[in-house]
């Protein structure tokens, strides 16, 4: 639309979307005196209201001025982690979590082994998963 | 402290606390199908971080310029309230919720009766609670 | 489910959603010179990410547990306002809102009356309306 | 602007604005012991960033659309409070609160006193006063 | 003011502000369909309340304890940025935006160039800009 | 717990805490004008409810499904941080402030000599440190 010499910006973007859901955490290796000392109250069943960030890069499209449209990745997000994590039991139900203790942790590598393939090379950036105000994880792939 | 000869002020006194809780919606007298009609995916075990305001109304005692001691307020909320319910079952887990289905209205209303026989008469104001930033109830104890 | 002589408990739902409009205020019974005197910069076109507050007033269902299903309330809301606002010009767009100055006050005025009919009588108890964090209206329909 | 029969609608507007302070409470009429037992550690310095929403009832002006200029009403809250308790000291710095005690139930009901005679009649319906995000206090004139 | 023998630390310091600007996503090269099929509702006049935080990364000046006085950020973003977008409109009003596709990437990147030569070389470290609490932007210069 | 060939991911776990201090910015190798004029308001005592949020970085232990429990990151930043600086005047009352003015980026540099040692060698990653709601700092050790 303008006339740019330079290449275009590159530019992070960011979805956030929430999920409910119950989890508990308990290594089935150990026995319950174990996991108690381990995960105190964690070891019950309990949940969250859980709030996932998704960030891509990327660079900003000319034609459009966006990099990705949200509305795309907005759909992406709740069709490969919501309508699968929200209302769910995540020790039970998820099919991308099996066999997995879902800590906050575990649940974003998780969700980004959901996110990157079904985005293009490169382009997803960060995860960031608030199981609280106060408690959060981020992963960027490594 | 100092010199007023109006009564004291009457004053709202708010204090909010955190819990992060499992449960479902199952009315034990209903068949599957019905149940699932009824509440849809909350049905299904998920959870919650919940957010409870705790409202009390009193006169500012003219000696300490307090309705209540906020810390007084929030130990009494935590022992009652949240010891209970914080990384628990609701279904399961909570002596004041036995028999009740925990949706946030009834959730609200045994919060009440627990708190109110602890505060002084006609105290307890309000109690708010959030389920997720976009849905919360309130209940006045009518 | 549970034995309770008491009637039902009456609690207060809340459902929060938001929508992005467009709108400037200018009377057109007013000159250039008076709508820039008394409404400033808002006479100019310019635009928000509203936050919309709906709460319903009624007694909990003893076989739901509920006032009102929230998934109910949040498709009402959709369907009558949001809809209609989200991505339009209040000053044009907004068939509820035709002839109306699209202040805030209006707004939550306009959305009462689009609320009220398609709730049970008496169950609309408030509205509050946020423009910015920093500003906001309520109304309680009278 | 458009023909309505019926009277204009009162609605409530709110203006929330924040101020960074200083304080501590400590009764003179106390020694240490007494001071420290009542209060804590709030007898010791320390300080806050408060948030104060002010809340007026109004009937809307048919031909502002608006029951006041929220911009008056944020210049008249920055004038009487803003300006006499950001960056200060409450317990010695602000002239409408010599001789009280600092608490929050103390300053909300000081800020009413500020505000209420500056609006008309009966028009100041609600303070609220936030300490901190789990922490508030609520005034409504009585 | 210490005696400190390393070299002095480098932090990043962030200042919010927001404005409340109308736009619309609509390519002039294109028809009417293409339009309404690459951007959707976004094709329609609307708006946001936006949230724009500016990063500055540098040293901490010794004798001042600080990177950049805070006002003084505050003061230049006012200058170079609100006081021409809000209550603006994003397509016609702003004159670093012209010639634009006003989406959430375009800003940015136009924000940065008009803050960046402001700042001394290299200080500009960050932009975010939020759309709405689910949709936000962030560039790093590149 | 699962069969994982690769070698852990590597995730950014982030605690938030809050507390409420006194201070004010007085350079004392300067007279009171240039105090002033430096600092401005600043100068003089007032309060802040701070919030720091403090991220660990580091590879999830496979038998835990954590980077670090967080409750444990939560114990060991109140008692090395928390339990100083809530509710105490940072000019005076705090060990680890001693000369230092507690500016923003001061405290922000002060709070990460105080927590890096404790935790293992690198995993400390950031620390943000929030005045208001829009001034806040960032450290990364360098």
């Not at 969700?111 to 985005?119: D, E, G, I, K, N």
């Not at 293009?120 to 792939?141: A, C, D, T």
Request: charged share 30%.
């Amino acid at each position: 639309m303008e006339e740019r010499q330079e290449s275009p910006a590159t530019v992070l973007i960011t979805r956030r979307e929430t999920f409910s859901a119950a989890h508990r955490l308990r290594n089935p290796a150990w026995d319950d005196a174990r996991n108690e000392r381990v995960f105190g109250k964690d070891a019950r069943a309990h949940g969250h209201t859980y709030t996932l960030e998704v960030t891509v890069k990327g660079q900003i499209d000319p034609d459009t001025g966006m990099v990705l449209d949200l509305r795309d990745l907005r759909d992406l997000i709740r069709r490969l982690i919501i309508d699968k994590t929200d209302h769910a039991d995540l020790n039970a139900d998820v099919d991308f979590l099996q066999g997995q203790l879902p800590t906050a942790e575990n649940i974003v590598v998780a969700c980004w082994r959901q996110l990157a393939p079904a985005l293009g090379s490169g382009q997803l950036h960060r995860l960031r998963l608030w199981e609280s105000e106060n408690n959060s994880v981020e992963y960027y792939g490594e």
